[in-house]
């Protein structure tokens, strides 16, 4: 993949807004198959006209993330039969719920009645794994990724591309698990069961960039319990392998791992810090590594890679330049000085301008987000090749 050899070269975490899509929360539902190679063409003109230079389809089929359970065999959805007054924020609606957000509960059931009701069918179904996982077919994804591949010949044929692909652990995380022995063994089979996937990205040409906010987000999650360090790094590690393994024939430069600590605006009191998981994120097999450091919980995690492990000179880094979980719209001296900082850290060869995670916001701050990642990388270079 490309780097940063006389510029900072910027790019996001794939998922994007049409322009004229107001605030979506949590992000639009897929779009209509006959709408996804419209949508596809205006995100990737939208992309290059304000001169991000990596560039995504943007998830408008929501293939990737949002419709593995079409692609594998072995899922059920059903609708929740609940007591009328059970809460939103509750471990029998969403599994993936945080110690913060049973914590905190006045002010998450505030935000889950805006961001997701409980009439939302993601608050209304529940989706688990019933019997042993086989992948159906790969048509849906093979059809997702021509299309792209076609756009790009039209649209920007001299720019390299991404492709998002959930990572198992992730995916895991949202599914109760009615099937497998334990959560161990039902990740490995998902991971098992999706390595055509990440090949099926590669073997087009495209970037296959990894969503796993899992390798972060389990340390906080309710349902697991409080662990020690020795005991979490553990826990990750069956993940990781797993994940590797996977992407055994997958070339390595050809991977971007994207991991973040949550894309909800509020509290973020249980995250566990990067250093503490620096040696199971840096074992993941892939050359680039997406992570956050624009939210104010992770400014200052620069630090890690002078304090706890020397940026890997073979390694691309990712850094977050602009904060997902606030609308406000970071200027791009800002910009500049985040980029500047990982640099001098990192090689400035290294870096390349990102996103702490999908933008959440109404589609007129996200886009000025992102032209300020190019106005920022700009900056920055001059800076730093002068």
């Known amino acids: 993949m490309n780097r940063s050899t006389d510029r900072i070269l910027t790019t996001h ?3 994007l807004f049409m322009p004229d899509a107001g605030y979506v929360g949590m992000g639009p539902p897929a779009t209509p198959a006959e709408r996804v190679r419209d949508e596809v063409t205006a995100l990737v003109e939208k992309q290059v006209a304000i001169g991000m230079d990596i560039i995504s389809n943007g998830e408008p089929a929501g ?15 059903a609708p929740i039969t609940l007591p009328a007054d059970e809460p ?7 599994r993936w719920l945080s110690r913060d957000m049973l914590r905190f509960t006045s002010f998450y059931a505030h935000m889950f009645s805006d961001a997701m009701p409980v009439e939302n069918p993601l608050m209304a179904m529940r989706t688990s794994v019933t019997g042993p996982l086989k992948l159906k077919s790969l048509e849906p994804l093979e059809a997702d990724l021509a299309l792209f591949k076609e756009v790009l010949a039209t649209h920007a044929p001299e720019k390299e591309a991404f492709y998002c692909v959930v990572a198992p652990a992730w995916l895991e995380e949202f599914v109760w698990n009615e099937h497998y022995a334990d ?7 998902l991971t098992e069961v999706m390595a055509p996937m990440f090949k099926a990205v590669t073997d087009r040409g495209l970037i296959l960039q990894i969503d796993d906010p899992a390798i972060s987000h389990d340390w906080e999650e309710a349902r697991r319990g409080a662990m020690n360090l020795d005991d979490y790094e553990r826990f990750v590690m069956v993940r990781v392998e797993a994940l590797n393994a996977a992407l055994e024939g997958v070339p390595e430069d050809m991977i971007r791992y994207h991991t973040c600590w949550g894309s909800w605006p509020g509290m973020h009191t249980n995250e566990i810090p990067l250093r503490d998981i620096v040696r199971p994120l840096m074992s993941v097999k892939a050359q680039a590594f997406s992570l956050e450091s624009a939210k104010s919980t992770h400014r200052a995690d620069w630090k890690v890679w002078r304090d ?5 000179e073979d390694k691309i880094i990712i850094p977050g330049v602009v904060d997902h979980t606030t609308p406000v719209v970071e200027p791009p001296e ?5 980029l500047i900082q990982f640099a001098n850290v990192c090689g400035k060869q290294n870096v390349i301008a990102g996103t702490d995670c999908g933008m959440r916001w109404h589609a007129e701050a996200n886009w000025e987000k992102y032209k300020n990642i190019v106005l920022g990388a700009e900056l920055a270079s001059r800076h730093l090749w002068s």
Not at 63 to 77: A, K, R
Not at 88 to 94: G, I, K, M, P, Y
Request: negative net charge; aromatic residues 10%; without cysteine.
């Open 63 to 77: 293939i990737g993330p949002g419709t593995i359970f079409e692609l594998v065999e072995g899922f059920e959805t």
């Open 183 to 189: 959560d161990d063994e039902f990740v490995v089979a």
């Open 88 to 94: 939103a924020v509750s471990l029998e609606r969403v």
């Open 13 to 15: 975490t794939g998922k």
């Open 308 to 312: 706890v492990m020397k940026w890997p």
């Open 334 to 338: 800002v910009i500049a000085d985040t």
